[in-house]
Structures are given as C-alpha cells and as structure tokens.
C-alpha cells in the first residue's frame, strides 16, 4: 500500500525524558518559574537569622529592665513621696491654668478691662516682690532648728538643706534674720559660716514658707539634707505649721553691667 499523505498519518516522535525522568516535552514552563522564586535557605543563613531574633529578644528585655529598676529599687515611702509631690505639683499646676484662663477671659472680654489690668500688675508685684525679697510673707509652712554645739557644721551642709527647701516647693526662706533669695551664697570664713556677708552662730533657725506635707519628707530623704547634718553631730528639730511668717527682708541690688532694653521703633 502506497503510503498516505496525510500528516496525522506521519510518525510521532516518542517523548524523551530529561535528567530528572520527566517528560521535557510537556508544558514546563510554569514548573521551572516556580522553582525559580523558590526559597533556598543554606543552614548559615538559618543559623544567622536565629541568631538575630534572640539578640533582638534579649535586647528589649535589657531596656525594659533597666527602666522598671529604678523604681523597683526604691522603699514604698519614697514611692509615696514622690507620688504626692507629683500629684501636688499637677493641682498647683492646674489652678494656676485656670486662673491665667479666667484672667485672659476678663481681659479679651472688655469689661472692666482697665480694673482686671490694675489687679493683674498689683498681684504679679506682690509675687515677684515675695520671690526677691522686697516683702514680708506668711503663709503654712515649717521652723527648722539645727543646734551644732561642737562647730562642726561647714557652709556647704547648710546651702544642702537650703537647697532642699526649694526643690520642695518653698516659696520665701528665712535663716537667723536674712532672708535667702536666688543671689544668696554661703561660705567658710575663719571657722565661721558666712551667709551674704553675714555671719552665723548655731543654733540655725530656718522658717520656711511652703507645703510643709512634700518639704517635711524631702528633708528626711536617706542621704539627704538631715542625714547630712546629722552625720556631723549636729541635732536637727523640725516643726510643721499652718502660719509662719518670714519677716526680713532685702533691697533688691542695682544692676552693675544689665540696663532696660529700649523698645524697638
């Protein structure tokens, strides 16, 4: 028989298998993508990425324990302390807001604007005057008195406890007649302590205007003011009151290089 013409007729080629015993001749195309995109991961780059996820790990947990120690460490009274300062300074805070506010208030709204002024400048002279100095003040607060009968007491020992007083808050201080504003300086002279020029002589009497719950403990703080004192012998009486009055004063100094700027046309 002749043979047929027709290409169905013809001879197929048999299939041919590749290296891996798979027919090259099926569609391949999107077997070899895939093996393309996937993921080789040698076990140096595994090992490398476990590696960083517990440096990671261990780091957070450093930086969260370095932050909680400092207060994990503290006595429950010294927590308490600093709570209540905290608590204190945010409603002194607050009034003080509202009260600029109600201020602002009276003074956007035109009535009695010139009055409100007048009240305004009278109180902002009496607080700076109090601040520097200029006047006598009254007010809740606490007498302090540290007998030194050995002379031990250096001028460095009472500018702590001065130092003390303000960071808790108070407002107007008074040491053996002189008043202490933010110029004042303390200094050994001979044996003596000498307090802007002044000399003093145990006992040394403090009368402090203030808070006298937040100065009382920041006083008494381990390692603090008190315990300072009294690691040199000294004895240390604290008394808190509802009304103590400071009563020296001092005339604020004249400026020796500042002058008043003069306004700009």
């Known amino acids: 028989m002749a043979p047929s013409d027709d290409p169905r007729d013809a001879p197929q080629d048999d299939p041919q298998p590749d290296a891996t015993g798979q027919d090259r001749s099926a569609p391949g195309g999107w077997r070899r993508l895939a093996e393309a995109l996937r993921p080789r991961l040698s076990r140096s780059q595994l090992l490398a990425g476990v590696l960083c996820a517990a440096v990671g790990f261990a780091l957070v947990v450093q930086v969260q324990q370095s932050a909680s120690d400092q207060l994990s460490s503290a006595r429950q009274e010294d927590l308490v302390r600093l709570l209540d300062e905290v608590t204190q300074r945010a409603d002194r805070l ?62 460095a020992q ?24 933010t110029s004042s300086w303390f200094v050994d002279r001979d044996g003596v302590i000498v307090v802007d020029d002044q000399e003093l002589s145990s006992p040394y009497r403090w009368t402090a205007i203030g808070d006298p719950a937040t100065i009382s403990p920041a006083l008494e703080i381990p390692g603090g003011a008190f315990a300072t004192v009294r690691n040199k012998g000294a004895r240390v009486t604290l008394l808190s009151q509802d009304l103590v009055q400071v009563t020296a004063v001092r005339a604020p100094e004249e400026p020796e290089f500042a002058r008043p700027q003069e306004p700009r046309e």
């Open 94 to 155: 607050d009034d003080e807001v509202a009260r600029l506010e109600a201020t602002r208030d009276e003074l956007a709204s035109g009535t009695g604007q010139a009055q409100a002024a007048l009240e305004l400048a009278r109180e902002r002279a009496q607080s700076e005057g109090i601040l520097s100095g200029r006047l006598p003040a009254e007010g809740p607060g606490v007498e302090i008195s540290i007998l030194d009968p050995d002379g031990r007491l250096a001028a």
């Open 158 to 181: 009472l500018f702590n406890v001065l130092e003390e007083l303000r960071n808790a808050g108070a407002e107007a201080i008074e040491l053996n007649g002189v008043r202490l504003v």
